[in-house]
């Protein structure tokens, strides 16, 4: 089976850098997407890695490690609408979509 | 980008009736579409997968006459509760995938539906 594990809950300064950590166990995969949701919204892509390392993207990056199933999203110079909920996802062997109980990220002034 | 729609955005209904929620593409062809729901201070979870022309897949636990779903063109699913309860009372999401791409999905702005 699947298992996907983030934290539930995490806080963070305006202008800090948070880490928010994911993993997972899965007999197939084929990539791991982290999504932004705001509340009452649909989540919006963030990022999607299929091999190791670190990707980046303006103030967001995404690691992964395939063999240690862990993979993180970095958000840095953090601002106040980054309050959201951040959602890990893989992408299993049918090409579905698991997804993660999603971590509420509250940014403080 | 890839475009994704969904009407209405919100809707009240009584116990009893049904509801139908469109999904479109509007800039690709979705040969596969995803439903989800998500009830508060919850993750996403998938009801049904549809490909175009054929009938959808749903998860364990979702009922099939219940949630009927159409996909009946590669750009329109749609999704009718039928005699919703409050119990049913739920947002829910559409996602899209485009024809030869099996990684991204993309999602719709989803439906609030509160059943009274």
């Known amino acids: 089976g699947q298992n996907i594990d983030q934290p539930t809950e995490m806080t963070a300064t305006e202008g800090a850098i948070v880490q928010i950590n994911c993993t997972y166990q899965t007999s197939g995969f084929n990539g791991l997407f982290w999504y932004q949701q705001h509340a009452g919204e649909a989540p919006t892509f963030l990022s999607y890695?299929?091999l190791d390392g670190l990707e980046e993207k303006g103030r967001f990056s995404s690691f992964l490690s395939r063999s240690k199933g862990y993979s993180y999203l970095l958000l840095k110079e953090l601002k106040l609408k980054d309050s959201a909920s951040y959602l890990c996802?893989?992408?299993?062997?049918?090409?579905?979509?698991?997804w993660g109980a999603g971590t509420k990220l509250i940014i403080k002034p | 980008g890839a475009v994704v729609s969904q009407h209405p955005s919100w809707v009240i209904c009584k116990s009893g009736t049904s509801v139908k929620i469109e999904c479109r593409s509007l800039?690709?062809?979705?040969?596969?579409m995803f439903w989800y729901r998500q009830f508060p201070k919850q993750s996403l979870m998938l009801m049904a997968t549809s490909n175009e022309g054929s009938k959808a897949t749903y998860e364990q636990g979702v009922e099939k006459d219940k949630f009927l779903i159409n996909h009946a063109s590669l750009t329109l699913s749609t999704l009718t509760v039928t005699s919703a309860h409050p119990e049913d009372s739920s947002f829910y999401i559409c996602s899209a995938r485009e024809g030869g791409q099996v990684e991204e999905q993309f999602f719709g702005p989803g439906t609030r539906l509160t059943v009274l």
């Open positions: 800039d690709f062809q979705a040969t596969t």
């Open positions: 890695n299929v």
């Open positions: 996802a893989l992408l299993d062997s049918n090409y579905q979509l698991i």
